[in-house]
């Protein structure tokens, strides 16, 4: 995978700080499978990269901590294909996806309203008419 990994907008992800291991995948195959190292493994030493600026870093550090390998290293892995090319791209486009997410700021905080008072008046005077048409349901099957 000679191109490096975007992440967001102009931050790149060079190859130099990416290591790839293969290995064969698992499951059904016949004797092809026996002999082809299809599995990809894409490991990123987050924690020591010199691509993201430090704020992002922190904030996927923060965000992937569950998926670090000894807190720093985050791991894909990918063998859904037959072909070693094709799950290299799945790898690298998971890897993207993951850093994107991750150091993606976090949403606005939302501000807290009030319902207008026509629309608290509307819904009690709503609820009314429902008790209403309820009691009056009631009271048919008492007599």
Known sequence: MPEPIRVRG???????????RFS???GPGGQHVNTSDT???LRYDLAASDALPEAW?????????ARLVDG??????ASEHRSQWRNREVAAARLA???GEAT???PKARRATKPSRGMVERRLENKK????VKRGRGSLRAE
């Open 97 to 99: 996806s993951l850093l």
């Open 10 to 20: 102009s931050v790149v992800v060079p190859e130099a700080e990416l290591q790839w």
């Open 129 to 132: 008419r429902r008790s209403e």
């Open 24 to 26: 064969r995948s698992s």
């Open 39 to 41: 599995q990809v493994e």
């Open 104 to 106: 993606a700021p976090p």
């Open 72 to 77: 720093r290293v985050l791991v894909v892995r």
């Open 57 to 65: 870093k922190q904030r996927a550090l923060a965000h992937l901590a």
